[in-house]
């Protein structure tokens, strides 16, 4: 059974710092293209940053430079350091898989930048 858990959301002033992982369990971590996704309310999911099985790494442009995705295959878990929050940060942050065709989500994990 794949299991992809987030954690290590929360609240957080503006300027501050947190880091989300991803624990994957039930894939072949190492080959499947792992990617961080956010909804804020009202809006539609969108990337983050994504990181392929051989490291290639892609960011949305309102996170580079802020925000960096990383993988430690020996563990199956995806991070993602982000810096210098802002409110428009503000969202539920979800965790994804992917290989081909086939793709997970987690259950994600909430994200609130707030002074």
């Known amino acids: 059974q794949v299991q992809l858990v987030e954690s290590g959301g929360g609240l957080v002033q503006p300027g501050g710092s947190l880091r989300l992982s991803c624990a994957a369990s039930?894939?072949?971590?190492?080959?499947?293209?792992m990617g961080w996704y956010r909804q804020a309310p009202g809006k539609s999911r969108e990337l983050v940053a994504t990181?392929?099985?051989?490291?290639?790494?892609d960011y949305a442009d309102s996170v580079k430079g802020r925000f960096t995705i990383s993988r430690d295959n020996a563990k199956n878990t995806v991070y993602l350091q982000m810096n210098s929050l802002k409110p428009e940060d503000t969202a539920v942050y979800y965790c994804?898989?992917?290989?081909?065709?086939?793709?997970?989500w987690g259950q994600g994990t909430q994200v609130t930048v707030s002074s």
């Open positions: 994804n898989a992917r290989i081909g065709s086939w793709e997970r």
């Open positions: 990181i392929s099985s051989g490291g290639s790494i």
């Open positions: 039930g894939i072949t971590f190492s080959i499947y293209a």
